[in-house]
Each structure stands twice: as structure tokens, then as C-alpha cells.
């Protein structure tokens, strides 16, 4: 069987946690977009881990641990995340790197960085790991993938002068920085090569064969729907599809497939980065859930910059949830709102005096305003409670509530970091 597990919202709703419980009962677990600019955290009995690179499957000597065709390869961080691990006493993971993959080059990282001095003000907030530098490449067909590697000197050194042609007048003209060196360029893709060899693999292959076998296996999204570059808050989305529908395409499987879609759905928002944000909320408000928020506070996992912050968005998570097809909705970080006596909801939108629950394109959505209803919070640490029933009462309906808004069925509560906060729920909705 093949489950994804996948953001209803920005991203860091709480996927690596949801991943790794799930992880437990899987043979495979494979990422299927993005790249090192966001980060999934875990905590679990080796300690605490933000994972950038790896997917959640490592910390399992079991599961077969694949970066799919789909993901921007940073080859340097994979190893050095597999090191930091390993360090801290995780066994030696199980890897596979498709031969498909693309390489995140040393000149998309150079290119992000300048790209975003450049605009200053108007930048995208770019965590400035190379991401839409590199996705920009693999569209213009001047990307390098894995198997590329493996040419042989001559045609390596052909294709590197051939791509830096176009990269230098950038580089020179547009940025004022000098050329490439293409000598220590194809020496750094040398020392790639013979990292990621050992690991090199036709994973649709691996992944056409483990489902003969019935094998459980785990695509993992990176981000959420509102990052998605045709779904999301475009231009400030990312540059790969962040929609369990492309899972079928990042890891080379059938979309029929996919049989289970997890969505994850934080109980308030957050967003890194630029970009519209209908129920942020600003000043004290703000800045006491984002301390009290996740765990240890609501700072990126990848540059450890505040996190903006807001009350649950009705509308944009029952978007978001719808297009990423959700079978199930793991409702996370519930516990972080115990703290409060109401707690706003927005549950439509207002754009130029309209009511509407449809969430909109950008250009109206920058003029949505929040429709706020206010539920009773319940005034406790929910944290430890294992059974739906010993919720407190306004918390089941603070969950129910949220449920009937977005038309998705919450089967998951998540009420702490750890593997076993967690809640199975009977959802009404799943039943029908
Ligand atoms: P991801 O990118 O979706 O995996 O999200 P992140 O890992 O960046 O952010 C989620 C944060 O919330 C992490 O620090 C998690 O450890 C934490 N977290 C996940 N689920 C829960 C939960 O139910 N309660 C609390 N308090 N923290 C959680």
C-alpha cells in the first residue's frame, strides 16, 4: 500500500512527526519534491533531529530510505545530515538516491543568494539553499542529474562549459561577480559522483517491485498546499509541486496508487517566508503563541528565524486539504492552544465586502479579510491523554467544529512532539 503524507497549509504543520509514527509499519519511505529549504523536525528516543534532506524513514534500520527523482539533491548535506545522525548513535540508515535526480550545483546556491540581494525589499524570503535556481535548470533542460555523473570526463566537461556560458554573462553582468571555475566545478562533481555511486539506483524500478511484493510504502511532502507554484499564494510558493499528486510523478509510481493521503493540518497557522497570510495574527498576541508554539517555539527548522504566525484558517485548510486529496487529516500541535480562554477561527473570508469560504487567487486574496468565530478554549494541558473521549470537552469541539468547516476527516489528533502523542479518532466523515 502506498500512503503520502502531505501539508494542508505553509508547511511545518508537523509532517516529520506524523512521518516517522507512520514509519513504524513502513518498508519504504521516499521524498518526492522540494529540497533542503525546509525542514522536518523529530523527536524521538535518540533526541532531536531537523531533517532537511533525509527522509523521516532513517531512524529505522528497516526502511529502505529514498530521494526520488523529484527532489532537489544537495549532495554535501545529505551526507552531512547522514553523518550528524549517525553520530548521535542513530545505526547506519538505509539509503537509495535516484538515478533520475537532479543535483542542486554549487552556482544555484551562489544564484539564490545574489538573486535575493538583488531584489531586496521585494525578495521572496528565500531560505537561499538554490531551489528555484536549481528547478529553474531542470526545466530549461540545463540541469545535471545523478546519472550524469557517470559520463565520462569529456562529455562532464563539455556539458559544464556548455551550461556556463549562459551562467557567467548572469553571473558577470547581471551580478557583478566573476565567472565560474569550471576546473575545481567539475572536480566538486567528481567528489559527488563518488559519494552518491554506492547509492544510485532506478527507483521506480525498486518501487514497481516492492508494491508487487505489497510493501508499505511512505512518500513524504515537503511544504503544503499554499506553497504549491499552481496551487499556492504564487509568486511566494516554491518551485516544485508540493501536492500529493505529484508524488506519483517525484517517485515514478502510478497515481492510482497512492491509496492513502494523509494531510497534516496544524490547530493555528504559521508561515515562513513573504506572501499573503489572512489570519496572521501581530504583537503580544503573536508573540506569545509562537513561544508557546510547536515545540519550543515557533522558529524555522532550517534558519531558526521567527515564524509568522495566526488562528486557524477554515478556508484555506479545507482548500488546501481538498487539494491534496485528503483520505485522512492529522490534526496537530492541538496542545500549544491550552492556554487560551476563546480561540478565534477564521471561518470565511471578506474581499471587497463579500463573504466567501472558496479561497481565492492572490490578487483577491491580498484583500481578504478574516472572519473570525470564537470557540471556548479549555484552559488545560491536553498533553498525555491517549483516548479521544478524555479530551476535554472543548477541545473535542474546538476538533469537531474545524471538522465539519473544512469537510475532512480528522482521524489523527496530535497533542505533543513525540511519537506517541497521538490520537486515533472514529471521524463521522470517513465513514459515509
Ligand atoms: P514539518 O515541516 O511539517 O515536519 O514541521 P516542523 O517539524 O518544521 O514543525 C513542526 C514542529 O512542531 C516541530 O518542532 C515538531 O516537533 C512540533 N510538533 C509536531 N507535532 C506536535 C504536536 O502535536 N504538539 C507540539 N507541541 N509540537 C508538535
Known sequence: MIKAVVGANWGDEGKG????????????????QGGA??????????GKFALHTLPSGVFHP????????????NIPLLFSEIDAIVSKGVPQPQIMVSDRCQIVMPYHILFDQCEEERLGKASFGSTKSGIAPFYSD???????????LFMSEKQLREKIARVCVQKDILLQHLYHRDPIDQDALYETLCDYRDKVAPYTGNVSAYLGEAMKEGKEILLEGQLGTMKDPDHGIYPMVTSSSTL????????GIPPYAIEQIVVVNKAYSSAVGAGEFTSEIFGDEAEELRRRGGDGGEYGATTGRPRRVGWYDCVASRYGCRLQGATDVAFTVLDVLGYLDEIPVCVAYEIDGERTEEFPVT??????????EKLPGWKCDIRGIRTYEELPENCRRYIEFIEQKIGFPITMVSNGPGRQDIIYRESPLKQK
Open 17 to 32: 512527526k506524523i512521518t516517522d509514527m507512520l514509519a513504524d509499519r513502513a518498508d519504504v519511505v521516499i521524498r518526492f
Open 37 to 46: 529549504n525546509a525542514g522536518h523536525t523529530i523527536v524521538n528516543e535518540y
Open 62 to 73: 528497516h526502511i529502505m530510505n529514498i530521494i526520488g527523482n523529484g527532489v532537489a539533491l
Open 138 to 148: 531542470k526545466y530549461a533542460k540545463t540541469g545535471f542529474q545523478v546519472s550524469e
Open 244 to 251: 500529493a499528486a505529484y508524488g506519483a510523478i517525484g517517485a
Open 363 to 372: 490578487r483577491d486574496l491580498a484583500r481578504a479579510v478574516p472572519v473570525y
